[in-house]
């Protein structure tokens, strides 16, 4: 076929994965206990670019993520941080694991902890907005963050986060298609963490929206270069 005049096609590297691709720092066996220095050395660089663009979303004040605006409703009841909330909410969805006999792996564990040690950390140092066009365009980075620290993490294969192995227990049990389980999780924590006083708006649309492309794209270009990098040693 041939391409229309004027159309510029994709680079091949920013298409969406379909899937999760396995690269040269990608462990053979999820549940793996002593996992190689580099694949452990990504998984946490990945986690930490996750919640550093977490806690970018949130300075922006427009808007939090599904599971941020729980947290943040949850901070305001307890008188935590958010991040300490982060850390509560996590590893009180591993134990909703227990009934659905999910197995967490070491990223299991330290995605609880890592993602809501950045968000600790980085939240405070992070700008304040002065207009709408600000906040919007840090919304977008944050997004792009955490899309890009998500491609980065899942491609270590060390065990889903404990909100996705949560999810996929459900649908293993129950038959119902992931999509609706996600839905159906993500628009109940939205509205339980506003009902707190979560801050839901523009940034929570705009992340709903576009998270699944920036991840799948993210996916797609550490696909690219773990292969490369695996064809050089």
Same mark, same amino acid.
């Given at each position: 076929?041939?391409?229309? *005049? =004027?159309?510029?096609?994709? +680079?091949?590297?920013?298409?969406?994965?379909?899937? %999760?691709?396995?690269?040269?720092? *990608?462990?053979?066996? /999820?549940?793996? !206990?002593? /996992?190689?220095?580099?694949?452990?050395?990504?998984?946490c660089i990945g986690l930490w670019i996750f919640g550093t663009g977490d806690a970018i979303l949130i300075a922006a004040g427009i808007g939090n993520t599904p599971w941020t605006v729980l947290a943040e409703g949850i901070a305001l009841i307890?008188?935590? *941080?958010? =991040? &300490?909330?982060?850390?509560?909410?996590?590893?009180? %969805? $591993?134990?909703?694991?227990?009934? $659905?006999?999910?197995? +967490?792996?070491?990223?299991?564990? @330290?995605?609880?902890? $890592?993602?809501?040690? #950045?968000?600790?950390?980085?939240? /405070?140092?992070?700008?304040? /907005?002065?207009?709408?066009?600000?906040?919007?365009?840090?919304?977008? $980075?944050?997004?792009? @963050?955490?899309? %890009?620290?998500?491609?980065?993490?899942? !491609?270590?294969?060390?065990? +889903?986060?404990?909100?996705?192995?949560?999810?996929?227990?459900? &649908?293993?049990?129950?038959?119902?298609?992931?999509?609706?389980?996600?839905? #159906?999780?993500?628009? *109940?924590? %939205?509205?339980? =963490?506003?009902?707190? =006083?979560g801050t839901v708006g523009l940034g929570t649309l705009l992340f709903a929206l576009m998270i699944g492309p920036v991840v799948a794209i993210s996916l797609n270009v550490a696909g690219h270069l773990g292969a490369e990098e695996q064809g050089?040693?």
């Open positions: 076929m041939k391409r229309l *005049s =004027g159309t510029v096609a994709m +680079p091949p590297i920013l298409r969406p994965a379909k899937e %999760v691709p396995s690269t040269w720092w *990608s462990s053979d066996d /999820p549940m793996e !206990t002593r /996992p190689k220095v580099s694949t452990m050395a990504i998984l307890m008188g935590v *941080s958010i =991040g &300490q909330a982060t850390f509560l909410i996590s590893f009180a %969805v $591993l134990f909703l694991w227990i009934p $659905l006999k999910e197995k +967490p792996g070491v990223g299991t564990i @330290l995605n609880a902890i $890592l993602i809501a040690a #950045a968000i600790e950390y980085m939240l /405070p140092v992070m700008p304040s /907005p002065e207009g709408a066009l600000q906040s919007v365009t840090q919304v977008l $980075l944050g997004i792009a @963050l955490v899309g %890009v620290g998500s491609g980065i993490y899942l !491609t270590a294969n060390l065990g +889903p986060g404990p909100r996705d192995g949560w999810m996929t227990g459900i &649908q293993r049990i129950s038959g119902i298609p992931i999509g609706s389980v996600r839905a #159906a999780i993500e628009i *109940s924590v %939205v509205l339980i =963490g506003w009902l707190l =006083g050089e040693i």
